[in-house]
């Protein structure tokens, strides 16, 4: 017991002693987070109410903090004028960005909890961004 006592009010061997428990405590702390299990997706309703006059061609699904879009969710379809489309997703993030493309390469983009159900409604209000 004396020896440990000694070893860490030596400065050098004590150093080296003190630096050990440290980095070994780092990497059990790595190791820890790493292991941790990712949020389990959830299936969100998602709803789009077009009350504009723009003909919606593409929706996209981006996590909110970034701007990486998933695939086209409208497939081959598109949501006119008047027209509602709903459509589930798994999600496994709190918040999603819904990125919507008229017949014009205009977009508009929403962020919404994504817990339970969604609804964006897009009204001739909406300011899109057609590139300039």
Known sequence: MRNHFTAILNPNKGFRLLMAV????????????????????TTTTITIVNSSRWQI??????????????????????IAPGETFTFNASWDQPSVKLVSEDAEGCFLSNTADATGNVVWTITNDASPNCGS
Do not use: F, M
Not at 59 to 70: E, F, K, Q
């Open 22 to 41: 440290v980095v070994l405590c780092t990497l059990s702390s790595i190791t820890l987070l790493a292991g941790a299990p990712k949020a389990s997706p």
């Open 57 to 78: 061609r593409h929706l996209y699904l981006s996590p909110a903090d970034n701007d990486n879009w998933g695939p086209d969710q409208l497939g081959e379809s598109d």
